[in-house]
């Protein structure tokens, strides 16, 4: 079992940066492929990104490709969520995932942070 405590969110212009972290708790980190997912009012929660335990492999959702950058930090139990180029259509709640021995696509996620609020305005 994993516990995820995700951070880093708040209000920027168009165009700025934010680094989202999450940190997991337990000993069995490089077991779970982390990734991130977020929900705007209104809409589902949909895939931004993920990473492999490793963090050899990596997945992006078309809509942030080129612009955010998903590592982690084993030796931390941290995985992050560099966003660059932010635009007001990427404003929702982001929320950091666990799926034990998954994918970089994280098919099955079975842990969740509590969720942290990006708010991007233009």
């Known amino acids: 079992q994993v516990q995820l405590v995700d951070t880093g969110g708040g209000l920027v212009q168009a165009g700025g940066s934010l680094r989202l972290s999450c940190v997991a708790s337990g000993r069995t980190f490089t077991a779970y492929a982390m990734g991130w997912f977020r929900q705007a009012p209104g809409k589902e929660r949909e895939f931004v990104a993920g990473i492999t335990r490793s963090g050899a492999i990596t997945s992006y959702a078309d809509s942030v490709k080129g612009r955010f950058t998903i590592s982690r930090d084993n030796s931390r139990n941290t995985v992050y969520l560099q966003m660059n180029g932010l635009k007001p259509e990427d404003t929702a709640v982001y929320y950091c995932?666990?799926?034990?021995?998954?994918?970089?696509?994280?098919?099955?996620?079975?842990?969740w942070g509590q969720g942290t609020q990006v708010t991007v305005s233009s």
């Open positions: 995932a666990a799926d034990k021995y998954g994918s970089s696509q994280l098919s099955s996620p079975g842990y």
